[in-house]
């Protein structure tokens, strides 16, 4: 798949071509199709075939990562677009988001980051200016908030929540997707020392994005 002989989109020949092309088994054809149907690689089509699909980029929810590596460790290429970063008033929702009277002084930050040249999350960001006071004096072009924040204000808490949404049309702009095309939005708190220090909206478009989760029982 990674070879690019095969590019997204094509239909791979049928299992009985793929074991006279390779001299193996049909069980052995049918497992390799299969565990790369499982890892994001193929899809199966009834009646029509089985497809190289765009592998989904995948985050895990019980931690936070950054994601330029995440995106690096794909083989791809990271890059970013700051589009807002300021100093705000706190709105309502914001000021219940991060635990602070309305009216206080905030610094929001808007950003897209992109895998190679495709924009894969919007994250919008409140942060608290008494935790992370030069926010505003960093290249975010060059860092990533999070990676920022976590070298700053070592974390000792988040909070995920994860609903499936149709995006604002701001925000399927910048995604560069249709207003009817579902988005995965991860809704993220993080403590430092259990002092609230930022949250953001994550959002991402459902059709190149997965979130996942280990847990040990």
């Excluded at 390779?22 to 052995?28: D, H, I, K």
């Excluded at 006071?133 to 290249?139: A, K, R, V």
């Excluded at 579902?182 to 059709?207: E, F, I, K």
């Amino acid at each position: 798949m990674t070879s690019g002989k095969w590019p997204v989109g094509a239909r791979i020949p049928t299992e009985a071509e793929l074991c006279e092309q390779f001299s193996v088994s049909r069980m052995t054809v049918n497992k390799a199709v299969r565990d790369l149907v499982n890892e994001g690689w193929l899809e199966r089509t009834p009646r029509l075939g089985t497809f190289v699909c765009q592998r989904k980029a995948e985050s895990p929810l019980m931690d936070i990562k950054n994601i330029a590596d995440e995106i690096r460790s794909r083989g791809q290429t990271y890059h970013s677009e700051v589009i807002h970063l300021s100093r705000i008033t706190a709105p309502e929702d914001v000021a219940m988001r991060l635990g602070i009277m309305l009216g206080s002084d905030v610094f929001k930050s808007d950003i897209v980051h992109y895998a190679d040249e495709t924009p894969i999350q919007v994250e919008l960001r409140w942060v608290s200016p008494k935790h992370a006071p030069d926010y505003l004096e960093q290249d975010f072009s060059y860092v990533t908030p999070n990676q920022y924040l976590v070298e700053t204000c070592p974390l000792s808490t988040i909070e995920h929540t994860v609903e499936a949404i149709l995006p604002p049309p701001s925000i399927a702009d910048l995604l560069q997707i249709d207003n009817a095309q579902p988005c995965l939005l991860l809704h993220r708190r993080t403590w430092s020392d259990n002092q609230l220090v930022s949250a953001a909206l994550l959002y991402h478009p459902g059709n190149r994005y997965k979130l996942s989760a280990t847990a040990h029982v």
